[in-house]
Protein backbone atom coordinates (compact mmCIF):
# COMPACT_ATOMS: atom_id res chain seq x y z
CA UNK A 1 0.00 0.00 0.00
CA UNK A 2 1.25 3.31 -1.00
CA UNK A 3 0.93 5.56 1.48
CA UNK A 4 1.54 9.52 2.69
CA UNK A 5 1.88 11.32 5.87
CA UNK A 6 0.67 14.61 5.93
CA UNK A 7 1.48 17.35 8.43
CA UNK A 8 -0.91 20.03 9.06
CA UNK A 9 -0.37 23.31 10.01
CA UNK A 10 2.54 22.43 12.53
CA UNK A 11 3.66 26.45 12.56
CA UNK A 12 5.23 28.93 14.92
CA UNK A 13 1.87 30.84 15.25
CA UNK A 14 -0.22 27.97 16.58
CA UNK A 15 3.09 26.06 18.82
CA UNK A 16 6.24 28.97 19.76
CA UNK A 17 6.26 30.65 22.60
CA UNK A 18 4.68 34.23 21.24
CA UNK A 19 1.57 32.45 20.21
CA UNK A 20 -2.11 33.95 20.86
CA UNK A 21 -3.52 32.62 24.13
CA UNK A 22 -6.33 30.47 22.20
CA UNK A 23 -3.52 28.18 20.77
CA UNK A 24 -2.61 26.34 23.93
CA UNK A 25 -1.64 23.24 22.38
CA UNK A 26 0.68 21.36 24.57
CA UNK A 27 3.68 22.17 22.55
CA UNK A 28 6.01 19.72 23.79
CA UNK A 29 4.02 16.44 24.08
CA UNK A 30 2.44 17.41 20.46
CA UNK A 31 5.66 18.06 18.86
CA UNK A 32 7.41 14.82 20.34
CA UNK A 33 4.40 13.06 18.57
CA UNK A 34 4.38 14.23 15.25
CA UNK A 35 8.18 14.44 15.54
CA UNK A 36 7.90 10.53 16.25
CA UNK A 37 5.07 9.83 13.26
CA UNK A 38 7.55 11.66 10.62
CA UNK A 39 10.48 9.29 11.80
CA UNK A 40 8.43 6.27 11.53
CA UNK A 41 6.42 7.00 8.42
CA UNK A 42 10.08 8.58 6.59
CA UNK A 43 12.00 5.00 7.60
CA UNK A 44 8.60 2.94 6.18
CA UNK A 45 9.27 4.59 3.29
CA UNK A 46 6.34 6.87 3.10
CA UNK A 47 6.31 10.20 1.25
CA UNK A 48 5.89 12.90 4.42
CA UNK A 49 4.31 16.08 3.32
CA UNK A 50 3.97 19.43 5.43
CA UNK A 51 1.16 22.08 5.03
CA UNK A 52 1.39 25.66 5.91
CA UNK A 53 -2.06 27.69 6.70
CA UNK A 54 -1.54 31.00 5.32
CA UNK A 55 -3.73 34.00 5.65
CA UNK A 56 -2.93 37.07 2.92
CA UNK A 57 -1.30 40.01 4.08
CA UNK A 58 -3.64 42.23 4.04
CA UNK A 59 -4.26 44.98 6.76
CA UNK A 60 -8.06 43.83 7.59
CA UNK A 61 -6.19 39.98 7.93
CA UNK A 62 -3.79 41.38 10.51
CA UNK A 63 -6.11 42.91 12.48
CA UNK A 64 -8.79 40.12 11.97
CA UNK A 65 -6.88 36.94 12.62
CA UNK A 66 -3.31 38.26 13.51
CA UNK A 67 -1.76 34.87 12.94
CA UNK A 68 -0.59 32.73 10.01
CA UNK A 69 -0.08 35.81 8.15
CA UNK A 70 2.02 35.62 4.57
CA UNK A 71 5.62 36.14 5.34
CA UNK A 72 5.71 36.33 9.16
CA UNK A 73 7.87 34.21 11.07
CA UNK A 74 4.45 32.90 12.84
CA UNK A 75 3.64 31.43 8.93
CA UNK A 76 6.70 29.50 9.14
CA UNK A 77 6.79 25.73 10.01
CA UNK A 78 7.29 25.04 13.62
CA UNK A 79 11.16 25.07 14.49
CA UNK A 80 10.89 21.69 16.79
CA UNK A 81 9.28 20.25 14.16
CA UNK A 82 11.26 17.21 12.08
CA UNK A 83 11.51 18.25 8.11
CA UNK A 84 12.08 14.91 6.47
CA UNK A 85 11.47 16.17 2.78
CA UNK A 86 11.35 19.04 0.55
CA UNK A 87 6.90 18.37 0.07
CA UNK A 88 6.08 21.92 1.61
CA UNK A 89 2.48 23.21 0.40
CA UNK A 90 0.33 26.38 1.33
CA UNK A 91 -3.45 26.28 1.97
CA UNK A 92 -5.58 29.43 2.21
CA UNK A 93 -8.79 27.16 3.59
CA UNK A 94 -8.82 24.23 5.95
CA UNK A 95 -8.90 21.71 3.39
CA UNK A 96 -5.12 21.10 2.40
CA UNK A 97 -6.68 19.60 -0.92
CA UNK A 98 -8.08 22.70 -2.06
CA UNK A 99 -4.39 23.55 -2.87
CA UNK A 100 -4.29 22.14 -6.48
CA UNK A 101 -0.33 21.48 -6.80
CA UNK A 102 -0.63 19.07 -3.64
CA UNK A 103 -4.12 17.36 -5.55
CA UNK A 104 -2.29 17.14 -8.39
CA UNK A 105 1.00 15.78 -5.93
CA UNK A 106 -1.81 12.77 -4.34
CA UNK A 107 -3.03 12.12 -7.81
CA UNK A 108 0.04 11.70 -9.69
CA UNK A 109 1.49 9.81 -6.90
CA UNK A 110 -1.01 7.51 -6.94
CA UNK A 111 -1.34 7.33 -3.20
CA UNK A 112 -3.87 4.46 -1.45
CA UNK A 113 -4.03 6.16 1.35
CA UNK A 114 -3.65 9.72 2.88
CA UNK A 115 -2.55 9.57 7.24
CA UNK A 116 -3.39 12.82 8.74
CA UNK A 117 -1.51 14.62 11.36
CA UNK A 118 -1.37 18.02 13.38
CA UNK A 119 -3.66 20.68 13.86
CA UNK A 120 -6.41 21.31 14.51
CA UNK A 121 -8.03 17.89 14.75
CA UNK A 122 -11.38 19.07 14.58
CA UNK A 123 -9.99 21.88 12.02
CA UNK A 124 -7.89 21.89 9.53
CA UNK A 125 -6.92 17.89 9.97
CA UNK A 126 -10.53 17.19 9.88
CA UNK A 127 -11.66 19.31 6.96
CA UNK A 128 -8.88 17.74 4.93
CA UNK A 129 -10.09 14.21 5.62
CA UNK A 130 -13.63 15.16 4.93
CA UNK A 131 -12.12 16.69 1.49
CA UNK A 132 -10.37 13.15 1.27
CA UNK A 133 -13.44 11.75 1.51
CA UNK A 134 -15.43 13.87 -0.88
CA UNK A 135 -12.70 13.30 -3.62
CA UNK A 136 -12.67 9.52 -3.14
CA UNK A 137 -9.37 9.70 -1.50
CA UNK A 138 -8.87 7.40 1.12
CA UNK A 139 -7.77 8.93 4.62
CA UNK A 140 -7.10 8.21 8.23
CA UNK A 141 -6.07 10.49 11.45
CA UNK A 142 -3.11 9.63 13.28
CA UNK A 143 -4.90 10.12 16.66
CA UNK A 144 -1.58 10.63 18.73
CA UNK A 145 -0.25 13.19 16.64
CA UNK A 146 -3.29 15.53 16.34
CA UNK A 147 -4.20 17.87 18.93
CA UNK A 148 -7.07 20.12 19.29
CA UNK A 149 -8.23 23.08 21.26
CA UNK A 150 -12.14 22.58 20.52
CA UNK A 151 -14.57 22.40 23.24
CA UNK A 152 -16.02 18.42 23.80
CA UNK A 153 -19.15 19.61 22.08
CA UNK A 154 -17.41 20.53 18.79
CA UNK A 155 -15.19 17.44 19.11
CA UNK A 156 -18.25 14.94 19.45
CA UNK A 157 -19.97 16.76 16.27
CA UNK A 158 -16.77 16.22 14.63
CA UNK A 159 -16.05 12.95 15.16
CA UNK A 160 -20.02 11.85 14.17
CA UNK A 161 -18.97 13.92 10.53
CA UNK A 162 -16.09 12.17 10.10
CA UNK A 163 -17.10 8.43 11.43
CA UNK A 164 -20.18 9.47 8.19
CA UNK A 165 -17.48 9.91 5.90
CA UNK A 166 -15.64 6.73 6.70
CA UNK A 167 -12.63 8.54 8.30
CA UNK A 168 -11.06 6.22 10.76
CA UNK A 169 -8.67 7.18 13.59
CA UNK A 170 -5.32 4.82 13.72
Do not use: W
Amino acid sequence: MKTALIVIDMQNDYLYEKRKPRFCYDTEALTASVNDTVRRYAAEGADVIYIRHIIQNLPTNRLLFGYSIAGSEGAELYGGLDIVSDLCFDKLFGDALTNKELLSLVKQKGYDELHLCGLDEFGCVMNTALGCAKRGISAKIVRCAAATVFAAKKQEKGREKLAAAGIEYI
